[in-house]
């Protein structure tokens, strides 16, 4: 049981590049999410999806899009990216809401626009 | 709005002795109040959950939570550290986003250091 995986584990980006991060799990979690980590700020929220065709904003949607077109699968695309968007990004799942379930959490990609 | 604030940025405490990291919290309503630690290069790991019930609630690895109304405060406690312990703790609140959806919001996080 592999759990939630993230690829890749770090990468270096040019200033108006574009990629994708990768997120999946094997847990048939309905809910996914995509956070990032900047220091001394916690996490904060960019996407999450509540199941498989459906996805809603957080609290820092800009400059990112996102698509569940699997329940397992919840790939990250930055589009044109900036040095704000240097940062560690997680992809998280839980079964229910995670109001009431714990989140299971990738180990995290490490992302650096410069 | 639901917020947590982590007052410490960081907390040395020798091995061996009881260690707390301090959470408060501001909510409308009842607060779920949640813990995670992250251990250097891993995502973060659920600790211990506060919906309801007894105001101590037990997790983790030996952790333990105490929920106190009166003070607004979620402090995580531990009675004997471990150097395995060190990592950087944060506090979430559930808050509700609309659409019958809700989001967890996170502390800053805390930074523990447990000193052989």
């Known amino acids: 049981n592999a759990g939630v995986t993230q690829t890749p584990k770090f990468r270096i980006l040019k200033i108006g590049q574009s990629m994708t991060l990768q997120c999946t799990q094997d847990?048939?979690?309905?809910?996914m999410y995509w956070y990032r980590q900047d220091p001394g700020m916690g996490l904060k929220l960019i996407y999450y999806s509540v199941g498989a065709g459906i996805t809603d904003k957080g609290e820092v949607p800009n400059g990112y899009n996102v698509s569940r077109s699997t329940t397992e699968d919840f790939p990250l695309r930055l589009e044109l990216a900036a040095p704000s968007q240097t940062s560690v990004y997680f992809c998280?799942?839980?079964?229910?809401?995670?109001?009431?379930?714990?989140?299971?959490f990738g180990s995290g990609t490490q992302l650096s626009v410069l | 709005a639901q917020s947590v604030a982590q007052p410490e940025d960081q907390v040395n405490v020798a091995e061996g002795n009881p260690l707390t990291v301090k959470c408060t919290y501001s909510?409308?309503?009842?607060?779920?109040l949640f813990w995670y630690v992250q251990y250097p290069n891993r995502g973060l790991q659920f600790l211990l959950k506060y919906i309801t019930g007894d105001n101590l609630v037990k997790g983790s690895y030996g952790f333990e939570a105490e929920f106190n109304k009166s003070q607004t405060s979620f402090h995580l406690k531990k009675p004997s550290a471990l150097v395995s312990d060190s990592a950087l703790y944060f506090c979430?609140?559930?808050?509700?986003?609309?659409?019958?959806?809700?989001?967890?919001?996170f502390g800053k996080g805390t930074k523990l250091s447990v000193i052989p």
């Open positions: 909510v409308s309503g009842n607060p779920y």
């Open positions: 979430a609140v559930r808050r509700y986003s609309g659409a019958g959806s809700y989001q967890l919001t």
């Open positions: 998280a799942s839980s079964y229910l809401g995670q109001s009431n379930e714990k989140l299971f």
């Open positions: 847990m048939n979690h309905n809910y």
